[in-house]
């Protein structure tokens, strides 16, 4: 016999997305009331776009605290940063950028053999970390994305250096955050922890949350390279023997130019994105992003050197 204290249970438990989300929102207030000065990492891709839609939720009807910050390879895909430019404009933000193209310019940098960029801004984030005495910085990263980022706590620390050394991870029982660092070190900050690829989807299906159109399926000229579809441009793709064709395609990640792989799909709407990625076995870093392909441990060492 169903009670009325079986049926007010039953209608005020949170779903699965609500809990993820009281979580991450639990988490911007912890970072608003622990540290001096947050920053949003903000590259107009579906994860920094749903962590910016929580901290909006976080902070309403105030304004998100925060600044963004934008790491601008100079390879970035065009339709994204009008996106990021539009949402910026529209919730009023300040937006910090940090160009890769810059360093490479006063010669801080120097450009890769193949082209990518995505490794290169490590040196431009912690530079735009120490200049804008940014004490938290949160991240869109994921457990599920990739082994290294499953070894991440919610708050990672990282030393004077930027360095992060998974052998000083803190333990975050009870959902209880330790901000506590040194002169000079900072924090990582990672809402989007637990949450999966799909989830994400469905925040967004649910939240009608607007991303860049690249995200749907579309017609693009792309050419094939390590079983990937990449887009031509000034980066340095095609090759001479590389053959550019118009296929329909869509991206699971957002990334460099250079080295994010779309892939083929008929997915036009959100409904036919979920239904996709329910029946992918393979996370989106791990079948788009050919940075993550260097070696066995290539997020691993560039997350050692300071990166994302």
Not at 116 to 141: C, H, M, S, W, Y
Not at 268 to 297: F, H, M, N, P, W
Request: glycine share 6%; aromatic share 10%.
């Amino acid at each position: 016999m169903t009670t009325a204290t079986d049926r007010l249970v039953a209608t005020t438990a949170l779903s699965h997305l609500d809990v993820l989300e009281a979580e991450s929102v639990h988490v911007f207030r912890e970072v608003a009331g622990e540290f001096e000065r947050p920053v949003i990492l903000f590259s107009g891709g579906k994860d920094s776009i749903v962590m910016l839609h929580l901290a909006l939720k976080a902070f309403w009807p105030a304004p998100v605290p925060f600044a963004l910050l934008h790491v601008d390879t100079g390879h970035n895909f065009p339709e994204v940063i009008a996106y990021r430019d539009r949402v910026v404009a529209e919730h009023d933000l300040r937006l910090h950028v940090a160009s890769v193209q810059e360093f490479i310019d006063d010669g801080r940098l120097r450009e890769r053999p193949d082209g990518t960029r995505n490794p290169l801004q490590t040196v431009p984030l912690l530079d735009a970390i120490e200049r804008g005495k940014f004490d938290a910085v949160f991240g869109g990263g994921r457990r599920d994305e990739e082994k290294a980022r499953a070894k991440e706590r919610v708050f990672s620390l990282r030393d004077e250096f930027g360095a992060w050394d998974p052998r000083r991870q803190r333990p975050e029982l009870w959902s209880l955050y330790n901000g506590r660092h040194a002169v000079g070190e900072h924090v990582r900050v990672f809402p989007l922890s637990n949450w999966t690829e799909l989830d994400v989807w469905q925040y967004i299906e649910r939240e009608s949350i607007e991303l860049p159109e690249i995200y749907y399926a579309h017609e693009r000229e792309v050419f094939a390279r390590d079983g990937m579809w990449l887009t031509a441009g000034d980066w340095g793709g095609p090759r001479e023997h590389e053959t550019v064709e118009r296929r329909l395609v869509r991206y699971r990640t957002v990334g460099d130019m250079s080295c994010t792989g779309a892939v083929d799909s008929d997915a036009a709407t959100i409904e036919a994105v979920i239904t996709e990625i329910a029946a992918s076995r393979l996370t989106e870093r791990g079948a788009t992003r050919a940075d993550d392909k260097l070696s066995e441990a290539a997020m691993e060492d560039r997350k050692r050197e300071g990166y994302f």
